[in-house]
């Protein structure tokens, strides 16, 4: 079955880091563009980052020169390297992806089951 895993999420103090990983499963064919999205309690989902298939990465301001987002679809993997964490940054994030399942001939856009993120001292 078509899904993405997350990992990599916890708690961390005030400038610590963290990575996340988001992995789509077998029997993909094609993987389109894929994000990170953001949710705090009380608050609208926040797009943190997105990368295309070239690879052209934008970022959400405040995170900008914080957070990096990379990709290998060989390992049909996204990460999203969290320097420098703030309290603000506190989250569930979950990740996105636009797959194509070998039984399809279109893409879909895909959620993982989102990972929590707690930044406090």
């Known amino acids: 079955q078509v899904q993405l895993v997350e990992t990599g999420g916890g708690s961390v103090q005030p400038g610590e880091s963290l990575t996340l990983s988001c992995t789509a499963s077998e029997g993909i064919s094609g993987i389109d563009n894929m994000a990170w999205y953001r949710q705090a309690p009380g608050k609208q989902r926040e797009l943190v980052a997105s990368i295309t298939y070239g690879e052209v990465k934008k970022y959400t301001n405040s995170v900008k020169g914080r957070f990096t987002i990379s990709r290998d679809d060989v390992k049909r993997t996204v990460w999203l390297q969290m320097n420098r964490l703030k309290r603000e940054d506190t989250a569930v994030y979950c990740c996105?992806?636009?797959?194509?399942?070998?039984?399809?001939?279109?893409?879909?856009?895909?959620w993982g089951q989102g990972a929590q993120v707690t930044v406090s001292s």
């Open positions: 996105n992806a636009g797959l194509q399942p070998v039984s399809s001939e279109v893409y879909s856009s895909w």
